[in-house]
């Protein structure tokens, strides 16, 4: 839809004067349940029990200039005057009317769809499709949830058909969420008890897994699981005291290994700013565990990526925080920064900032390429956007500005393996939704998914191979910050927290597991 068919002059609608309330009480619709007759202008409240405004119509509906002000649940009517009826209504599958009205009698205008209203200043509503009857004096009509009731004299053009918007994400996505044979409950939600952001580790002989999350959310350090079957049965395990003193966003778990050899594994835990970074150890392959203790770095999240260079004798963690010159205000951007350890990750460098992103949060995913040259840090964007993507062309020493990545591989708190065959797979909390045009809408907004592709597709900004719909979240937008292994046989075990069903249960700590060539298949 061009910039011409949708810009009405909502000026010249106004210029018309508006009806007295008491006027259009007696023309052309009459409505019941307390709703009334207003005149379309700009900045009109849409619906009585919103505070929803008018914005922009196209030319198409130039005069359709008096509208029904009812309740967002429902409109009551009835028609007082011959003439036509266009209802407004939302293009998504929960609140769309068209299957009702065409039941009694309406047609599909022939007219994109668009935005009639904003939800507030310089944010769209609900983008939304039209559709039209003929309509006598007596004619009583009804429908539900968001629709907007228009009256004119005019016939509009109409269609056999629903107008569409084309996806703005071109690969397709693969559907394995219903596929419940694939998952493993780590630790089942119940009404009282939230098992929130978890990580995961695999160890060398590629059938021994820890798991470790948080109580609620960004709740407080508790739980850790063992696997001994690739993550097909868990055991609690015992952890320190403190843990549970700690109230941490994400818990991370990594295997480390200093340049002598010797193995560690940690778990990080990060607090809302001005947070500290905290971690702790085990020696003894996670049977026991230090007290956390404070690294001397500030982190909202802990790390999800510590990745070896130089022969293992370096490691390099990438994290986030509020821009350090802040001084604890929550309105300017964060910054991802970097940290270096030399033994192993006992101590930690001074922070270093690489990268700057737009809005709070940044959450850094961080892989190198296949022959190590190159890195890709993948980031939240936690505005309406796509996520941010910055890349490395020395081995993650520099890093470019911040620069959009594609919307196929947009989404909160994203986790990057490889599969044995070499194409990359991210797992993420889809958030590619309408804001690009504002007017798509995108069936896995919020639902945990994948993207298959490869190193030169996201380093490159393509949209890659395909995605996978891994889980469903029953809770909206809240899940993800998820555990990512790749077992020996190329099984991809990867480990959400999630509300899995509906019900009065809260989040569970589930595992979904497939191979590509499964999903190949599919695709």
Same mark, same amino acid.
């Given at each position: ?278 971690? $702790?150890? !085990?020696? =003894? @392959? /996670?049977? *026991? &565990?230090?007290?956390? %203790? ?44 970097? $940290?270096? !350890?030399? =033994? @192993? /990750?006992? *101590? &930690?460098?001074?922070? %270093? ?46 890093? !470019? ?123």
């Amino acid at each position: 839809m061009n910039s011409n068919t949708v810009s009405i002059a909502l000026a010249t609608l106004s210029m018309c004067g508006t009806l007295a309330a008491a006027s259009l009480a007696q023309q052309p619709l009459q409505p019941l349940d307390g709703g009334i007759l207003m005149q379309v202008e700009s900045g009109a409240k849409v619906w009585s029990d919103r505070d929803y405004t008018m914005t922009a119509w196209p030319e198409a509906l130039n005069e359709h200039r008096v509208f029904l002000q009812s309740s967002i649940r429902s409109s009551r009517f009835e028609v007082f005057t011959p003439g036509y009826v266009v209802v407004l209504t939302p293009l998504n599958e929960v609140h769309n009317q068209s299957d009702v009205l065409r039941k009694a009698g309406f047609e599909f205008v022939d007219l994109e769809p668009f935005h009639p209203y904003w939800i507030r200043e310089g944010r769209n509503g609900q983008p939304c499709i039209a559709l039209q009857k003929a309509v006598q004096t007596g004619d009583s009509i009804e429908f539900g949830y968001y629709g907007i009731a228009l009256w004119s004299r005019q016939r509009l053009p109409v269609s056999r058909t629903a107008p569409e918007v084309a996806p703005l994400i071109t690969i397709p996505t693969v559907d394995i969420s219903e596929q419940t044979q694939r998952h493993v409950i780590v630790a089942a939600g119940t009404e009282d008890t939230y098992q929130g952001h978890v990580d995961t580790v695999l160890m060398p002989d590629g059938k021994t897994m820890f798991a470790v999350w948080a109580i609620n959310h960004a709740g407080y350090l508790g739980p850790l699981a063992r696997s001994d079957d690739a993550g097909l049965t868990w055991h609690r395990i015992e952890t320190p005291e403190n843990w549970r003193q700690m109230r941490t966003t994400t818990p991370t778990i990594h295997r480390l290994v200093d340049p002598e050899g010797t193995e560690r594994l940690f778990v990080f835990a990060g607090q809302n700013f001005p947070g500290r970074l905290r971690q $702790s150890y !085990s020696e =003894d @392959g /996670g049977r *026991t &565990w230090t007290p956390m %203790q404070d690294t001397g770095l500030a982190a909202e999240c802990p790390p999800k990526s510590i990745l070896a260079f130089d022969d293992g004798r370096r490691l390099v963690m990438w994290c986030d925080r509020r821009d350090p010159s802040s001084s604890g205000r929550e309105d300017v951007s964060p910054v991802v920064w970097k $940290s270096e !350890s030399f =033994d @192993g /990750g006992l *101590t &930690w460098s001074d922070e %270093q900032v690489v990268v700057r992103v737009p809005t709070r949060w940044a959450q850094p995913a961080v892989i190198r390429s296949p022959d190590g040259q190159r890195a890709v840090m993948l980031m939240r964007y936690n505005g309406r956007g796509p996520s941010p993507l910055a890349v490395s062309n020395d081995g993650g020493e520099t890093w !470019s500005e911040a620069r959009e990545a594609p919307l196929a591989v947009t989404g909160h708190r994203p986790n990057m393996v490889y599969a044995p065959d070499g194409r990359l797979v991210v797992v993420f909390r889809d958030t590619a939704g309408d804001f690009a045009r504002g007017l798509w809408t995108n069936p896995t907004a919020g639902h945990f998914v994948a993207w298959v592709g490869t190193f030169d597709d996201l380093y490159h900004g393509r949209d890659g191979q395909y995605r996978i719909k891994l889980m469903h979240s029953h809770a909206g937008w809240d899940n993800a910050y998820s555990g990512l292994e790749v077992l020996p046989d190329g099984t991809i075990v990867a480990t959400n927290y999630i509300k899995y069903q509906a019900g009065p249960e809260k989040h569970s700590v589930v595992s979904t597991r497939f191979k590509l060539n499964e999903t190949d298949k599919m695709w």
